[in-house]
């Protein structure tokens, strides 16, 4: 059976693709290819925003600097990233 966006099904939540538990909070949380339009970045910070442990959870999050044509990319992130209130460190390669 499907779950509908939004709604829920044991103790879980499905955000767009994401299914998190309720109320849940993480020491680590991987995300890859999660910022390409602006409001994908914005619901990647705010599912870190939500799910992450205070104080000591970790968001390490792969993405491009720039997204041509659809807008999101690192510099989106970091922009909505002081907006959530994160702290954000960033990673040059």
Do not use: M, W
Request: aromatic residues 10%; glycine residues 10%.
């Amino acid at each position: 059976s499907q779950i509908k966006q939004g709604h829920t099904r044991k103790r879980a939540h499905l955000l767009p693709n994401i299914y998190v538990p309720f109320g849940g909070r993480f020491d680590l949380i991987l995300a890859a290819e999660t910022t390409y339009t602006y409001e994908s970045t914005k619901d990647t910070a705010i599912l870190l925003a939500r799910h992450l442990k205070y104080e000591t959870g970790i968001g390490l999050i792969a993405t491009k600097r720039y997204y041509f044509g659809v807008g999101g990319g690192a510099d989106a992130f970091r922009e909505i990233a002081a907006n959530e209130a994160l702290i954000e460190k960033e990673t040059k390669r």
